[in-house]
């Protein structure tokens, strides 16, 4: 079964600093990869996606996320984040099996202070 | 675009008492995804259909669970007899077939 690593979990950020995010998966095959975010009080929105091509994704606000195939890694960073990136980041893969079905990693709590 | 509108938002329950939630999914999409999520953990897999057709259930959805998507539009996750240990937030996710899913707000389920 398809499996996700986050390996920060909570994460305390000043801003103007850079961030990255790792995330490790499990499967060794062709993979569709995701970021998901989900501000204080909302709903999980699309971050940004990999499906194939350039390795290097660029997402909304200022994210991007890189896949190196051969770490199964897609971290995510950005140069320069700001007090309204606080929010809890999840990445997630789709199990084994079809359907699309998601296995997400654990989360990670960001928190940017000015 | 309207969302993924979930109905209610919050539920507390008795243990031993049967709840039921709503998902209303983005029009177009022809896939609804059911996750539950608690507290320090990523949404967890529950159940997906395509259209109407229920098309797979995770070992987590015990036969205290059922969901339902008559007509291929809205779906109903029911509970029965509620544990303390269902306690969490449920999520509903809609997409057209393997495009990125989009989530909804949730139910939060309190059991007493």
């Known amino acids: 079964a398809q499996s996700v690593s986050q390996h920060n979990h909570h994460v305390i950020l000043s801003e103007a600093a850079s961030l990255e995010l790792g995330c490790n998966y499990s499967?060794?095959?062709?993979?569709?990869l995701f970021w998901y975010v989900q501000y204080p009080g909302q709903h999980l929105q699309l971050l940004l996606k990999?499906?194939?091509?350039?390795?290097l994704v660029k997402g909304i606000k200022g994210f991007e996320a890189e896949f190196i195939k051969s770490k199964f890694s897609f971290n995510l960073r950005k140069p320069s984040v700001q007090w309204s990136d606080t929010a809890e980041y999840f990445c997630a893969v789709p199990s084994t099996g079809g359907g699309n079905k998601l296995t997400f990693g654990t989360g990670t709590q960001l928190k940017v202070e000015l | 675009d309207t969302g993924v509108s979930q109905d209610p938002r919050h539920k507390i329950t008795k243990r031993g008492q049967n709840v039921t939630f709503r998902c209303d999914p983005i029009?177009?999409?022809?896939?609804l995804y059911w996750y539950r999520q608690t507290l320090g953990q990523g949404p967890e897999f529950l159940t997906y259909f395509q259209n109407e057709a229920q098309l797979e259930k995770s070992r987590l959805l015990s036969d205290r669970f059922s969901a339902e998507r008559p007509k291929g539009s809205f779906s109903t996750l029911e509970i029965q007899r509620t544990e303390q240990g269902d306690s969490a937030m449920y999520l509903c996710a809609s997409s057209f077939l393997n495009q990125p899913q989009h989530f909804g707000d949730g139910t939060r389920l309190s059991i007493l």
């Open positions: 499967y060794g095959g062709t993979v569709n």
């Open positions: 029009s177009e999409h022809n896939r």
């Open positions: 990999y499906f194939s091509g350039d390795p």
